[in-house]
């Protein structure tokens, strides 16, 4: 008995995958390929992303401020009723927030505005949008290490692409991941990272 290899993947998939590696992110996003699920499509590929610390930004016993990011790129040939097309794009974001943001009962619509805004501001070749916005609090107590409070926003959204040429989709995932972590503008540095606190 033979065992097939993969099948070849087709071209509207290769160049969809190229586009999205061609991204342009601004340089505190660390931003490449992992391993994409298997099953979801016949055809998938993944991209993880990260807030990068510089060597000089001292980073917290606790890492606050992380956030972190992958967007799956599914494929199907056939087509598929739900996604209202062939390319489906998959997002998962979760950042540390502070505790007046997390509090905020607007951070949920505002969150989604981030993606909708990212989204619309590159491209309106994409449809069937949808997600979820959660915001966490978690409590420790007893022996466990961690900060006694720790607040996070969890973005699981999907839409799907009607280009092949999906770059700017990738860029407008990283702009949401961007200020999930409350990076500031490009071009602009934040006092709070020049005069520490006592």
């Given at each position: 008995m033979t065992?097939?290899?993969?099948?070849s993947e087709p071209e509207p998939f290769r160049t969809a995958v190229e586009s999205m590696t061609s991204?342009?992110?601004?340089?505190e996003i660390k931003l490449g390929p992992i391993r994409p699920p298997q099953r979801l499509?016949?055809?998938?590929?993944?991209?993880?992303?990260?807030?990068k610390h510089s060597a000089s930004e001292p980073v917290g016993e606790y890492s606050?401020?992380?956030a972190f990011g992958r967007l799956i790129l599914?494929?199907?040939?056939?087509?598929?009723?739900?996604?209202?097309?062939?390319?489906?794009?998959?997002?998962?974001?979760?950042a540390d927030v502070d505790a007046a943001l997390a509090e905020d009962s607007l951070l949920p619509e505002v969150a989604w505005s981030w993606l909708h805004d990212a989204l619309e501001g590159r491209t309106a070749e994409y449809v069937a949008l949808g997600g979820t916005i959660t915001a966490t609090t978690s409590v420790r107590?007893?022996?466990?290490?961690?900060?006694?409070?720790?607040?996070?926003?969890e973005m699981r959204a999907s839409w799907t692409s009607q280009t092949?040429?999906?770059k700017p989709q990738v860029e407008a995932f990283c702009e949401v991941l961007e200020y999930a972590a409350g990076l500031p503008p490009v071009g602009i540095t934040s006092i709070s990272n020049r005069f520490p606190t006592a």
């Open positions: 065992t097939q290899g993969p099948p991204a342009a992110v601004r340089p499509a016949p055809f998938s590929y993944a991209l993880g992303a990260e807030i606050d401020g992380d599914l494929y199907d040939p056939q087509g598929d009723e739900a996604w209202q097309g062939t390319l489906r794009l998959v997002a998962y974001i979760q107590f007893g022996e466990i290490a961690g900060p006694p409070k720790a607040h996070q926003l092949l040429m999906i």
